[in-house]
């Protein structure tokens, strides 16, 4: 897709929610940090079920640290991996006050050093948090990237390249929520709904879907 169709296609999805948010819940950017965390294999709806009795047991660092992985574990049994995670938050607190003196580090190497946390998870607090013009690519911006050729890649990586290197300047960093909430919600997994679709006249997907018959 050339770059000025790229844009356009943005555009329309910006002009449809020109203010776009992650749909997680959190008030700083460690709650940010252990939602996203928590998110994997999960919806983030499902996280914001659990995640309120996590952070009033441990709302800082040291108190996610001190909880533990036996204390966390119960309070977030309701998401998938729930095991690991519980694991990681643990640690991810002790590594904060150790290395960070309680804070999250605003680099890319700080974040990705922590446990449990990579790539996409670094992009979404760089992004969210620290204004960074950075695109996590989850499994729906994957999808969407190749469906609708916006940004073709075998693998999240190469699509993250090619919509950094697409996305025209100052949209990246909605671009991120833009293209999370249309996978969601639009362009969906099993059938897009391109027939309420504002970015539709930008789309190379072939098969568009009409609506359904009433
Ligand atoms: S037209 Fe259809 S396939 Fe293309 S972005 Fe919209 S919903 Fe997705």
Known sequence: MPRDQAAAF??????????????????????????????AQSTDAMVNKVT?????????????AALGAEGIGPLIRRLGLWQGKARNLAALGALLVERHGGEVPRTREGLEALP????????VVLNVM??????????????LGNRTGLAPGHNPREVEDMLVKRCPPGLLRDAHHWLILHGRHVCKARQPECWRCPAVRFCNYRDKVLPPAA
Do not use: W
């Open 10 to 39: 943005l555009h329309a999805l910006a002009a449809a929610n020109p203010t776009p948010q992650t749909e997680l819940i959190y008030t700083d950017a460690f709650s940010l940090l252990c939602a996203v965390v928590l998110s």
């Open 130 to 143: 620290f204004g960074e013009e950075t695109m996590a690519v989850d499994t729906h911006i994957f999808r």
């Open 116 to 123: 449990g946390v990579g790539r996409k998870t670094a992009n």
């Open 52 to 64: 309120p009795a996590l952070f009033e047991a441990a709302p800082d660092p040291a108190a996610m």
